[in-house]
């Protein structure tokens, strides 16, 4: 039997192990998820002592993704994020990944959303960071919107692929991915500006799960756009409920959690992952 796990503290309320058990139950995979709670400071030591016990794949959720690059060799993607959320002890390396960018592309593309024209991405913390690599590598120009600007500005750089990497190493000239990409950071209020010719909108903020609030003005909002709303509690955020009556296509945030972890069940796995089930399973607990 394979174990899998995560890796996060709180970790309690964690919709991961019955989504994944359900994926292993479709497809008859002989295997266990199960969650762990180290200490805040403990990232390095979870992973390397769930390498020596045998743990075959490992999620990693808040506080440690960032922590967790030291413990790993991190695929390019994850090294340019700053942060790791899966966790591969296959080989006879530790690598890591950042499954968290596709989440969010797969997830609007299940909703026929054409990735391509202009994202704007709504918050710089870690799911911002992850959701605005991910688009910039579809090939779309990535506005970043912040609270704190600076730190807009300073993804918007990252993603550009100047200066250094979220870990501090020079970007190296040979860096693959990102170099081209055209992204720009900004302020909240330049939110209507940007949304005016904008096809994709991603809330990557807190906003919207303690109250019935929204980041983005509702007239901001208008029918050509695919909008991902990265907040699962509640399902129905105030910004999809806006942007549902102003005709955009809308999408939870439970598709961003489904596709992250299908993403690490088909790394894990090596099979295409039964989607459908793992759905049902995370919509049953939402
Ligand atoms: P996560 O890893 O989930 O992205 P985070 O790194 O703490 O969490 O980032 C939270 C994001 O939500 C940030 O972009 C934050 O804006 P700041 O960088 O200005 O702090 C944003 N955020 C949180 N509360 C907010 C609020 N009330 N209004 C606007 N943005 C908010």
Redesign the pocket.
Known sequence: MDVYGLIGNPVGHSLSPPMHEAGYEALDVDARYVTFEPPRDGAAAAVEGAADLGVAGLNVT?PF?QDALAAVEPDSLARRIGAVNTVDFSGDRITGHNTDAVGATRALRAHDVDLSGTAVV????????AVAFGLADEGMTVRVA???ES?ARGLAADVRGEGTDADGAAEDATAPDGVDADATGHG?DALPELLADADVLVN????GMEAD?T?VPAGALHGDLGVLD?VYRPLETRLLRDAADAGATTVDGAWMLLYQGVAAFERWTGREAPVDAMNEALRDRL
């Not at 709504?122 to 960071?129: E, I, K, L, N, Q």
């Not at 990557?204 to 906003?207: C, L």
């Open positions: 808040i993704k709504v918050g710089a913390g870690g799911a911002g960071r912040n609270r704190t730190k909240l990557a903020t807190s906003v609030e980041p990265a």
